[in-house]
């Protein structure tokens, strides 16, 4: 048996969600924080059979994708901050990161 940990922007969190559901795949949703944006993210915990464990990362890879998004960069601490011009800086986000962690023991009460 498997742990699964997947990190992923709030913004594919629903989709992966119903896509789990659909593919028989029971996962806990916990809301999250991190990341250099400082922005949302859920981090699901699935727990899964070996066999499972591929058909899970598709599951996750084929709902769960990175996109550009412009973001203003913050103004530096020292120095002059009138001359400062803040311009959007495009960067990546979304996707997952995902943990496959082997699990020894597992119970259900």
């Known amino acids: 048996m498997k742990l699964i940990l997947a990190v992923v922007q709030d913004q594919d969190s629903n989709r992966l969600s119903s896509a789990l559901i659909d593919n028989n795949f029971r996962a806990t949703k916990l809301a999250s924080t991190g990341g250099f ?24 890879k084929d709902n769960c994708k990175s996109r550009d998004q412009l ?25 997952a990161t995902v943990f496959v962690l082997p699990v020894e023991q597992f119970f259900n009460f």
């Not at 944006?37 to 996750?60: H, M, P």
């Open 37 to 60: 944006l400082k922005s949302g993210n859920t981090t699901f915990i699935i727990g899964v059979e070996d066999i499972r464990v591929d058909r899970a990362l598709q599951v996750i």
């Open 71 to 95: 973001v203003a960069p913050v103004s530096p601490m020292g120095g002059n901050a009138d001359s400062y011009v803040p311009y959007p800086v495009e960067v990546e986000v979304g996707g």
